[in-house]
């Protein structure tokens, strides 16, 4: 098997392990590393050769890309402070706690180098923690936390992991240099994002067809990154940036096939990138084991040193500061989202889950310093951030749906439900909106403006049937289920229809691309009904 057949295994692994997952109530990352590992025992499979300084602006973009859609810049801007003690605090403390520990248990490591692996081991993995999180039916406000967490500790980690680098290549270290290339680093990934970002919007609206826009988005995330890391700003920043920037400006809401097409295009990117980047963690430990080779069991002491010390300072910074945040928190902070026990506390301290950009960083440990020495220590930081990335990825992943089970954490879909009916009022009032103030200037028959008047009452009940009472809900599911036959037999109507003008595709003198574009015709009708 060569590169290129080992890619094509990887990507449909990461379409298989989606529905097995499902199955399984395992999460598609952890069942892709696991795939991972036991393809790395596999003798025909050859050793993964992907040049490591590749990996963080491949695979990050997409993936971060695609989080930060999920939000919104109102919803970071509300949940400031718990993101700041997570993404910047947390990471600032397990980097410390990490380098002092690493440093005292290699021997002979620089306190720069130990410093590095700190930074390389301190940031849970947006992906790895929404994928797991998200499918266990958890209170909405806890995964926000640990998408807001995810997409912003990387930018934290990745320039402390850059300036501990610097240091450990040249031997030197300055506070106040590095302190500003942080600062700077910051400034320009922002200026980056956002000017990119009102390009992109400028440019979308321009471009119309739909498939031009989301081939356009398909690029922007490489864009900012790359020159963002040109400019020597933060390429995650930038990209979270402008994804945020975009997520709130670019938005059309009459671009109902470009919003569904767009929608269904990156969550295949998201699955694919994702199930590839998990894949290669698992391939890689045939690598990595390969570095302890007659030091087994002293690097593995190491390792659950580290292990511990990432593990156990999660938790001990957590709790207090949850506690902190729900004790800062106000009546005028409602729309912040914080957990509001230890129960939860808990659930998002098991969620700290390393993963790609752990990875990446550990693989792009230069292997020499200036002068041309090797770099302190690279197969013993390297086997050690694996075994964290493994251990809080494979055994955190697997139990955490059983802690949530037993501490019984779970959504509050009253609240849900609450919101939702909100949402349909707002909508049904402002349907009706729109329908005064077109019976003022158009003279409609009395027939019609009835069964206008019904439909727009009809937009809310759909959309939450509590909205109603009870005569009306019956009254409304009657005509659903009226709709619902007409609908029926109307979708046979159009599938005949379909058959017909593709079948006409393989007739002689038939163009095909007129077919193709009658067929996109009658597939836009059937996805309206």
Partial sequence: MDQLALFFVLLLGAVVTVPLGDRLRLPAPVLMTLGGMVLALVPAVPNVDFPPELILPLVLPPLLYASAQRTSWRQFAANLRPILLLAVALVFVTTAA???????????????????????????????????????????????????EGLFNDVTAIVLYHVAVAAAVSGTFSWPDALADFVLSAVVAVVVGLALGWATNALMGRLGDAALQIGLTLLVPFVAYAVAEELGGSGVLAVLTTALFL??????????????????????????????AFGLIGLELHHVFGTAEGRAWAMTGWAAAVVATVVGVRLVWLLPASWLARRLHTRRDYAEEIPLSWRESVIMWWSGMRGVASVALALALPYTVDGGAPYP?????????????????????????????????????????????????????????????????????????????????????????????????????????????????????????????????????????????????????????
Avoid: C
């Avoid at 997520?247 to 590839?276: C, I, K, Q, S």
């Avoid at 609450?418 to 729109?434: D, G, S, V």
């Avoid at 609908?487 to 006409?504: G, N, T, Y």
């Fill in 98 to 148: 990490v380098a002092a520990v690493a440093h005292a248990v290699v021997p002979g490591l620089p306190i720069a180098a130990a410093v590095a692996l700190g930074a390389l081991v301190a940031p849970p993995d947006p992906v790895a923690a929404t994928a797991v999180a998200g499918s266990l039916g958890l209170p909405r406000r806890l995964v926000s936390i640990l998408e807001g």
């Fill in 247 to 276: 997520a709130e400006y670019a938005n059309d809401a009459d671009d109902v096939l470009g919003r569904l097409a767009g929608h269904t295009f990156w969550e295949v990117v998201d699955m694919l990138v994702t199930g590839v």
């Fill in 377 to 529: 220590d690279r197969d013993e930081a390297v086997f050690i951030a694996f075994a964290v990335i493994m251990t809080t990825l494979v055994v955190q992943g697997l139990t955490l749906p059983w802690l949530v089970r037993r501490l019984g954490v779970v959504a509050d879909t009253g609240a849900e439900q609450a919101f939702r009916r909100e949402l349909a009022l707002r909508a049904a009032k402002a349907a009706k909106r729109r329908l005064k103030e077109i019976e003022q200037v158009e003279d409609l028959p009395e027939d019609l403006l009835e069964q206008l008047h019904r439909r727009a009452y009809d937009v809310g009940a759909r959309i939450s049937p509590d909205l109603v009472d009870e005569e009306r809900r019956e009254a409304y599911a009657g005509r659903v289920r009226r709709l619902r036959h007409i609908q029926r037999i109307q979708r046979e109507m159009m599938s005949a229809a379909r058959h017909e003008v593709l079948a006409a595709r393989s007739e002689p003198g038939a163009d095909p691309e007129i077919v193709d574009r009658v067929l996109r015709h009658l597939d836009v009708r059937s996805l309206r009904l």
